[in-house]
């Protein structure tokens, strides 16, 4: 009996033990990164352009390229995800289209990020000609989000009960029209929940806009989408890696992961915000 | 409107929507057919024999992918040594231990740990991780495969604890009764029940947890050291070929060998994470019908 | 006694491999109420079902054989679906109001439907007066209609059923899920309705189909075992099963 109660506790101490060390990861990124970012942090750091070859000033065109590249994304992946889940949920019927479909988009969540760049470069870039460009760099991300968004899409439609689209079908109404005005408002929230946490991951990617438009340095902001951009994760990497003073940027590089994880991290609250407001209010 | 025309406007957003869902074999078969028409342009200047079987990866003179493979292997392996004890027990913790209302607050920060971007935690490994392992090893800089897979252990935490937690919930109540009920403690109940009646889903987490490190480019870029010899231990330097993807790509012209190059090992990057995101899928389905 | 409404001639439909119903030849007459018997699992509600052909959307079901509304074939290539659904309404056996407003639920399919603008509040009053809810819900018009009871929900549902001025009104177990009170005036409500519409009720409930209905079908394992008025069926059915199962033995 002895001997069980001690492996008993071993046991518990291992698995207790293993979980702190998941939460001290967590805790450790953190406090590293915001202890450190926090005093280089200002209204001046995200309001101003970089100066002195990126030794000294802000961040802000780095800030508005990220959130207009996930507004790119946005406007591709979010009208395409939605009807292809619809599709799969509304329509589709069980057969072996319907099954290669669905292998695909989960193939398509598995391919690496960098790949998703490559199919980028070779169709955005050179193939339409749409050059190393926000544009280019935002339908690449709004390809990489795709998978995401139609699977968030389809689980909030399987929510909504079949009981509400007959109430509408058994009043003349079109499958269509049943859709549009009692699935899809009905659906609303998660579906938005879903969107808000793909495009938090899709503004925190680099690898995909690597070779498709991000750059280290712009002059001005353009709001044409034919034009290069920067973004914040790029910032950081350059910042952390290719730059001369590397020692001396260190605390804008520092800095710039504080913004960019508190950014993902809005993009988060947000979406849970969302998804309890609807939850209490059914 | 009258109901001709609504019914035409129903048939015929039907094939709109349809067409949406034909976009993703569309997209992947497009990805499919860029690695793979870019690589066959690569094997007609490179033999394929040199490139699968050759030591060097030195573009222009030796293209071989032996060392990034063994690199990316190398990398994702370590990870996973880190990841799968810790991901499975935090599992288990939280799903046959922890209290519900430890169990509300620890989810959250699973899920905080998984939207950190991998910029942020390859910068990590090289201000935090990378000098650490300096000191621990007495080495001159920790840019390494070690810190690779330590940075990729994290990443892939997420993935292979909520899946595992799925797995392990989705042991039938009965099962665990049945074995207290013969007098089995608490514990060999957890290591002789259910964690093998949860196995075929542990190992759908640790599939889909080394397909998310072997796809990983951001941190092993920036905290592996990049040289692109093959390694012989985790403290040398490795260069995955997510990270010669990501370093080459930027400098080379379009449509040269080297350009071709990058792609061809991007298609044999892209047939391992398939590989390996077939066997968790393969393992994940397993369970479902095991399960329903 | 007027004429034939709704009939269903050599009725087979099958879930997949499964057959669910069994050569069914049926007659509904027009300003009754039918109600459909049997124990679970006899095909009743699939039965109902087909007539707003609600099982076009299983991909799995099969339907053989020819089934009218007057003349008018349901299952003819170029008839509009929607068309026979907004003639033969249905009622659910769970309230399903839609998520929007009490007025909106009576309002939505008017305006897909095309009516005129200016006759849509008349005709939503005329409904819900109908329905016995006027007096219950006419001060709060703006509120979900899922904030109603159970109750206040199926009558609005029957409302939402009504003001399209269907044909027939197809009921799957509308008090099911509801309480005596709330019952008995569904009930009520049913015995007036069958002045202006076709009614026909899927019921569990052996008291209830002998107070409203006109005539009684007795269904079994797909088929169709009995048909005849509700005094014969339930006094003296001719059938062995049926017998049976109005005595309780089953079901």
Not at chain 2, 130 to 149: C, E, H, R
Not at chain 3, 115 to 132: C, H, M, T, V
């Amino acid at each position: 009996m002895e001997k069980k109660r001690i492996i008993g506790l071993f046991s518990g101490l291992v698995l207790g033990g293993s979980t702190l060390i998941v939460v001290l990861f967590l805790g450790i990124i953190l406090w590293d990164i915001f202890s450190k970012g926090f005093p280089s942090l200002s209204w001046n750091f995200v309001s101003s352009f970089p100066t002195n070859g990126m030794t000294q000033g802000g961040i802000l065109p780095a800030i508005i390229g990220t959130v207009l590249l996930t507004f790119i994304t946005t406007l591709f992946s979010v009208p395409f995800g939605v009807a292809c889940a619809i599709y799969l949920n509304e329509y589709a019927r069980p057969n072996t289209l319907t099954n290669v479909i669905r292998a695909s988009i989960r193939n398509l969540a598995g391919v690496p990020s960098i790949i998703y760049g490559l199919f980028g470069l070779a169709l955005f870039v050179q193939a339409l000609n749409f050059g190393t460009s926000i544009l280019s760099a935002g339908l690449t991300l709004g390809l990489l989000s795709l998978p995401y968004i139609i699977t968030t899409t389809e689980e909030a439609l399987k929510r909504i009960p079949n009981s509400l689209r007959e109430a509408a079908l058994a009043l003349g109404v079109t499958q269509f029209e049943t859709i549009k005005d009692v699935v899809l408002p009905k659906a609303l929230p998660g579906i938005l929940t879903g969107v808000i946490l793909t495009l938090s991951r899709a503004a925190g990617e680099t690898a995909p806009i690597l070779f498709t438009g991000v750059a280290f340095f712009i002059n001005g902001i353009s709001a044409s989408p034919n034009q290069e951009f920067m973004a914040l994760p790029y910032h950081l990497y350059m910042l952390s890696t290719q730059h001369n003073e590397i020692e001396q940027v260190r605390p804008l590089a520092y800095a710039t992961a504080s913004v960019l994880i508190l950014l993902v991290f809005l993009l988060n609250i947000i979406a849970f915000y969302v998804r309890f407001k609807n939850r209490t209010q059914d | 409107m009258n109901t001709v025309k609504r019914e035409q406007i129903d048939s015929l957003l039907k094939f709109a929507f349809k067409g949406a869902g034909l976009l993703t074999i569309t997209l992947l078969g497009g990805i499919f057919f860029m690695l793979f028409a870019n690589s066959i342009l690569f094997f007609l200047n490179v033999p394929p024999l040199d490139f699968f079987t050759g030591s060097q990866w030195d573009p222009e003179n030796h293209y071989s992918i032996f060392p990034l493979l063994v690199s990316t292997f190398w990398v994702a392996l370590g990870s996973m040594l880190i990841a799968v004890p810790l991901g499975i027990f935090s599992a288990a913790y939280l799903s046959e231990m922890a209290p519900k209302k430890l169990q509300i607050v620890l989810k959250p920060i699973i899920e905080m740990l998984a939207a950190i971007p991998s910029v942020a935690i390859g910068f990590l490994g090289i201000v935090l991780v990378g000098p650490g392992l300096a000191q621990i090893f007495g080495i001159q800089n920790g840019l390494n495969a070690l810190n690779g897979s330590i940075l990729l252990a994290v990443m892939a935490l997420p993935t292979i604890v909520t899946i595992s937690e799925d797995a392990i919930n989705a042991v039938p109540k009965s099962h665990r009764e049945a074995s207290l009920a013969l007098g089995a403690n608490k514990w060999e109940t957890l290591f002789k029940v259910t964690i093998p009646a949860a196995f075929p889903g542990l190992i759908a987490a640790v599939m889909l947890g080394l397909g998310r490190a072997l796809g990983e480019t951001m941190t092993v870029l920036m905290a592996t050291g990049n040289s692109a010899a093959i390694p012989k231990g985790f403290l040398d330097s490795v260069r995955t070929i997510t990270a010669t993807i990501a370093i080459e790509m930027g400098e080379v012209p379009y449509q040269t060998t080297h350009y071709y190059s990058l792609f061809a090992i991007a298609a044999i990057l892209f047939l391992i994470t398939l590989a390996v995101n077939f066997t968790g899928e393969f393992f994940a389905n397993r369970l479902r019908k095991f399960h329903s | 006694m007027d004429g034939i409404k709704l009939r269903a001639e050599n009725l087979n439909l099958y879930f997949g491999q499964k057959q669910i119903l069994k050569n069914i030849n049926i007659e509904f007459p027009k300003n009754q109420v039918t109600s459909l018997i049997g124990p679970s699992g006899c095909g009743k509600s699939t039965l109902l079902r087909s007539f707003n052909r609600m099982h076009d959307l299983s991909p799995d079901a099969r339907i053989e054989g020819k089934l009218f509304l007057d003349e008018l074939d349901l299952y003819g290539r170029k008839n509009s679906v929607t068309d026979i659904r907004k003639r033969i309404g249905m009622v659910f056996q769970k309230p399903n109001p839609l998520p929007k407003s009490i007025y909106e639920n009576l309002s939505y399919a008017l305006n897909i439907h095309n009516y005129p603008k200016q006759d849509i509040p008349n005709l939503i009053e005329a409904a819900l007066r109908e329905s016995f809810l006027w007096d219950e819900v006419k001060d709060e018009m703006k509120k979900p209609a899922v904030k109603l009871s159970g109750g206040q929900q199926q009558r609005l549902c029957i409302a939402r059923t009504v003001v399209l001025r269907p044909e027939v009104i197809l009921m799957d177990e509308p008090c099911s899920a509801l309480d005596p009170i709330s019952t008995k005036k569904i009930e009520e409500l049913i015995l007036k309705l069958k002045e202006d519409f076709t009614i026909v009720i899927v019921t569990h409930n052996m008291q209830q189909a002998q107070r409203i209905s006109n005539k009684v079908a007795f269904m079994y394992l797909g088929e169709l075992i009995e048909y005849d008025t509700s005094d014969t069926i339930f006094k003296h059915p001719n059938n062995e099963l049926t017998q049976r199962y109005i005595g309780g033995y089953f079901g």
